[in-house]
Structure formats: C-alpha cells, structure tokens
C-alpha cells in the first residue's frame, strides 16, 4: 500500500460562476486560472476578464455616441434655413436622450449578450493559456512538485472535464493524507469508466467526510459493484458507500438494493441509523429492507443494547 504524507492545500476560490476564474493581462493578451496576481511575462496586474469585457463594450457604445453626434452635426450643417437648424438640433437632443434612456433601460443586457460574444472570440486564446497551465503542471511533476501540480490541476479542472484532469487529480489525491478540515472533492472526480484509483480515494474520502458521497457517486459503485469487488476489501468498501446514503431517505429509496446486498458490511453506527429509519418509515417499499435489517440486527446485535426494542 501506498504511504501516504501530510499536505496542506491551498484555499480554492469561492466564486459564483466560473468565469469569475479567469484573469487577463491586457498588455499580452493572455489568460490565467491560477492564483498569481500579476503576469509572469510583462509584470502587470491581471484584469478580471469581464473587466476586460466591459471595458470593449464601453468602447462599443462611446463609437455609437460619437456616430449619432456625427449625423446630428452633418444635419445640423446641412441645414439651409433657421428652421431646418432648429429641427435637426431638436431632432438630434431626442435622438441623444433615447440613447441614454435605452443604455440605462438595457445597457445590462448588452453588457451580458456582449460578453458572451467577447468569450467566444477569445475561445482559443483561452484554450492556450490552459494548455499552458497544463505545461506547468507537468513540469512541477517531473520535480517531484506534486502538491502544486495537483492545486493547478484542480483550478484547470473548472474548464476542463475530462478523464484526463479527473485521473490526474485522483492520482495526486492518493499521495496524501485526508483530513475533515481539507476542501476535499468527489463528485467531480467521478470518470466515466471504472477507474481502481478512483474508489481507493473513495475509501479515504468516506473516512472523513462522508457527506461528499452523492447520488452520483451512489451510481458510479453500482454500475462497477463487479470490478469493485475485485479490488482488496471491496465488499466491505460498498458497504460503506452504501452506509453513506443513509443519509437521506431518498437515497435509501433509490439505492436500498445496494444496501440489502451489503448490509453484511454496514459498519455498526450506520446499521444502527438504518434500523431507526425502517422503524419510522414502514412501508411496503422498505418490507424486503425492514426484514434484512431485521435479520442482520437478531444475528449480530441481539444483546446490544442500542439495538433493543428498535425492531
């Protein structure tokens, strides 16, 4: 087995969409995902990329001003008598004031349909600058950098979903130590084949924080319950997925073939809760559930007290 070492990981950003991520410098026209401040190139402080956004669509409707001022001084000039003058310098005020009118009423919108359009012109530039990240990270392992690889890796993970990201970060997860205090991920760790590594990172990850084993995850160990098995103390290691979805009742719903299979498995504090939830929720879905936990209860935990008078 695998020693496992210490690791403190870097903070990740908490941002409300992912976007939020991506720095640019203006001076090189490049795009960042980690965490540095400033451009490794030229020095200069990086721009949030919708900054960089909005600063284009500024421009955008400063030129539109400047074309309506345009056609309102050639009418203006073009004016043979006082009373054309006064109307094309009327005309030109209304034409001035819809256009402020319009940009408060909608210039959000534009802002937005704007950006999307500036994302999509600067795809492959964006594309780049990962792949360069992505140089970085392999750098960092062939010098043995692997807590900076796989913080790198994780930040590029937020534009990337592949396997490939998903194996790396599982690979450099398994190096190190779980802890309950770490920002630890799963569900975005989830291939879309069977993947050994992957479920021995499963196993340490119930270990701490349970919490993070979600209906996909549920999924996932179903699916591949026959290689999982293969794997040493695989019978137990779905057992203990399974004791993870007791946490809701929807879960039990949805996965309680899993947990008949296994509840040979079940540690004793998860049988415990499962026992004190067929006790509450009778029904005729959970009859075949009621009666495993029944029979594994009588079996194993007759004379324990924690156990008596639930079923």
């Not at 995902?33 to 490794?40: A, D, N, S």
């Not at 073009?78 to 094309?88: G, K």
């Not at 692997?146 to 998903?166: C, N, P, V």
Request: aromatic share 10%; glycine share 4%; charged share 25%.
């Amino acid at each position: 087995m695998r020693k496992r070492i210490g690791v403190q990981f870097r903070k990740t950003r908490k941002t409300t969409h992912t976007y939020e991520r991506i720095q640019a410098c203006t001076r090189c026209h490049t795009y960042h995902v980690l965490w540095e401040t400033h451009c490794e190139t030229c020095g200069r402080a990086y721009t949030p990329i919708r900054q960089v956004s909005h600063a284009v669509t500024r421009r955008y409707v400063q030129t539109r001003f400047l074309l309506l001022g345009l056609f309102v001084c050639l009418a203006a000039l073009s004016a043979e008598t006082l009373l054309q003058l006064a109307l094309a310098g009327g005309i030109g005020c209304v034409l001035c004031v819809l256009f402020f009118v319009m940009q408060k009423k909608y210039g959000a919108y534009e802002r937005d349909l704007q950006f999307q359009h500036f994302l999509t012109r600067e795809i492959e530039t964006l594309k780049s600058s990962l792949l360069r990240h992505l140089e970085e990270v392999g750098n960092d392992v062939k010098e043995g950098h692997l807590k900076e690889a796989y913080e790198k890796t994780r930040e590029i993970g937020h534009f990337i979903d592949s396997d490939t990201i998903k194996i790396r970060k599982i690979m450099f997860l398994n190096h190190y130590v779980l802890r309950k205090d770490m920002e630890l991920e799963l569900e975005t760790l989830i291939p879309s084949m069977y993947d050994k590594d992957f479920m021995e990172y499963v196993r340490e990850v119930i270990k701490v924080q349970p919490s993070l084993v979600k209906k996909s995850v549920l999924t996932y160990v179903r699916r591949y319950k026959n290689q999982i098995l293969l794997l040493e103390n695989g019978d137990q290691l779905i057992g203990q997925v399974a004791g993870a979805a007791l946490r809701m009742k929807s879960y039990v719903d949805e996965y309680q073939d899993l947990i008949i299979e296994f509840i040979d498995f079940l540690p004793r504090e998860r049988l415990l809760r499962l026992a004190k939830m067929v006790q509450t929720h009778k029904n005729e879905a959970w009859e075949q559930l009621y009666h495993s936990t029944k029979n594994r209860v009588d079996t194993h935990y007759a004379f324990d007290p924690d156990f008596k008078g639930l079923l």
